[in-house]
T-cell receptor
């Protein structure tokens, strides 16, 4: 089967940098995605890695290493509004669906 | 352009009652997904459709759950009879083409409480 593991909670300070890791076990996938979800809201797309390496989008970067079955989301210059849950996800080759990790709740302190 | 529209946004119902959740995908999208989110189990894929045809319902928890997509602009998820353990947020999502990670859009969710 497929599984994605993330830390359940991470705490960081406003203005700092935080990295959220994702390790996975899956037979084959197109890419690794990251989604943000604020309390009471819907998951929204943040970043996508189809290939190994780093993708940068403003304050957010995402990294994928297929050989290590590992990826991470890097958030820089943290702002209070970044307090949310973050999910990694894979889009499976064998089926037209996206499987999500359990999510990491990021709390930011002033 | 309107996003994925779900209704109702909130529903409180008594155990044993029938619950129907509705979804209108983004116009032109050919894939539709129903997810359930709980604290314990995270985001679970229940079922998905391609061109209105159910493709994979392996995530549907039991026979009390059913989903239909009578046309390209409407889908329902029905729970009959409902139980307290069905309390969760149900998300509908749609995609244009096979989702590759950056092409799936979620609705705002339907918050279901079964008492």
């Amino acid at each position: 089967g497929q599984s994605l593991e993330q830390p359940s909670e991470v705490t960081a300070v406003e203005g700092a940098i935080v990295q959220i890791n994702c390790t996975y076990q899956t037979s084959g996938f197109y890419g690794l995605s990251w989604y943000q979800q604020h309390d009471g809201g819907a998951p929204t797309f943040l970043s996508y890695n189809a290939l190994d390496g780093l993708e940068e989008t403003g304050r957010f970067s995402s990294f994928l290493s297929r050989s290590d079955s590992y990826g991470y989301l890097l958030l820089q210059e943290l702002q209070m509004k970044d307090s949310a849950s973050y999910f990694c996800a894979v889009s499976l080759i064998s089926a037209s669906k996206i499987i999500f990790g359990s999510g990491t709740r990021l709390s930011i302190r002033p | 352009d309107a996003g994925v529209i779900q209704s109702p946004r909130h529903e409180v119902t008594e155990m044993g009652q029938e619950v129907t959740l509705r979804c209108k995908p983004i116009s032109g999208h050919d894939y539709l997904f129903w997810y359930r989110q709980t604290m314990m189990r995270g985001l679970e894929l229940l079922i998905y459709f391609n061109n209105n045809v159910p493709i994979d319902d392996s995530g549907m928890p039991e026979d009390r759950f059913s989903a239909k997509m009578p046309n390209a602009s409407f889908s329902t998820l029905k729970i009959q009879p409902s139980e307290p353990r069905d309390s969760a947020v149900y998300f509908c999502a749609s995609s244009l083409g096979k989702p590759s990670g950056n092409t799936i859009y979620f609705g705002e969710g339907s918050w279901l409480t079964v008492v």
